[in-house]
């Protein structure tokens, strides 16, 4: 028995995700695009087969094409010819949300310069999963991705997105875990809090919440399995003292005009532009 209808589907690309880890997670309308399409592509074709036997669809005699980041130039010919053939194409990652981390993003471009039309069949995602769990702040978050390998290239990385004024979520290695933890506190501070969310829809699914260097306490002697996804929150601008913004005034006034340094300061210490008007002006009257 199969969920999945036969249904008629448009020519085009179809991106489908796929489950995080819980089978049933697919949606009916996923199903119903891996039974119909004319010509089916996965980033791992075991895996995909693995989730249609589980959901009762067959593959007949429709091609099952390998698409992933080391074969992507050589198989986007094939896949853009069935397209202008009229065919429906479907395409699953490993698991999730095919481009978030994931192959993807050269095949929609190709396809869609190509003029042929991209469709979603939206669905898990562990970025969304792990903020919906997370109890952080979800009305604006930035999606980091994996950071660098290298310590040095992973701190700069943290760096940067340290005043991102919104949660910032990473894919993390259970094996890099420890390592990212460490480099955290040292550049965002061991005061903020952050989020561990593990395993996510699966039998050993764990979420750990507290500040950074009371989860990097608590794991320091634990191994960490499985697929990891690390939370922080948002960031608060820097504080600026009354001498610091006087300086940065003065620099800015060097070249600007007075309205003009006034609105270049607002932007970097996001200061209400009252305070920093006031303080222009009282530098004026003294200089
Ligand atoms: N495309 C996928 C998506 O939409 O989430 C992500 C693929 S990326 C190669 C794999 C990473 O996603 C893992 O290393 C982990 O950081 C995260 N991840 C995937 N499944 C997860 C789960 N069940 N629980 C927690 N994190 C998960």
């Not at 075991?46 to 130039?73: C, E, F, S, V």
């Amino acid at each position: 028995m199969t969920a999945a209808n036969r249904v008629n589907l448009a020519p085009g690309l179809y991106f489908l995700a796929t489950p995080i880890g819980a089978a049933r997670d697919i949606t009916l309308r996923a199903l119903d695009i891996l039974a119909s399409a004319d010509v089916i592509a996965a980033e791992d074709t075991r895996t995909l087969r693995k989730l249609m036997d589980i959901h009762g669809i067959t593959l007949d005699a429709r091609p099952l094409i390998p698409y992933h980041d080391h074969n992507g130039q050589a198989q986007r010919p094939r896949l853009l010819a069935a397209l202008a053939d009229g065919k429906s194409v479907a395409y699953a990652s490993e698991a999730g949300t095919p481009l978030i981390a994931d192959p993807g993003y050269q095949l929609g471009r190709a396809v869609s310069e190509a003029g042929y039309q991209v469709i979603a069949a939206p669905g898990p995602s562990a970025v969304l999963a792990a903020l919906t769990v997370s109890g952080l702040a979800t009305d604006r978050f930035f999606f980091a991705g994996f950071a660098p390998n290298a310590s040095g290239a992973r701190r700069s990385y943290l760096k940067e997105l340290k005043e991102v004024p919104g949660t910032l979520v990473f894919y993390e290695s259970p094996k890099r875990v420890h390592k990212m933890l460490d480099d955290m506190v040292t550049v965002y501070g061991g005061d903020r809090q952050a989020v561990i969310a593990r395993e996510l829809t699966k039998k050993f699914e764990e979420v750990m919440r507290g500040s950074l260097e009371a989860l990097k306490e608590a794991l320091k002697d634990r191994t960490l399995k499985g697929e990891i996804v690390i939370l922080v929150e948002r960031g608060e601008k820097e504080q600026i003292d009354e001498n610091s913004l006087e300086e940065m005034l003065l620099n800015a006034l060097k070249t600007d005009t007075l309205k003009d340094a006034v609105a270049n300061v607002v932007e970097q210490t996001g200061l209400a532009r009252r305070q920093v008007y006031q303080t222009a002006l009282k530098l004026g009257k003294n200089t």
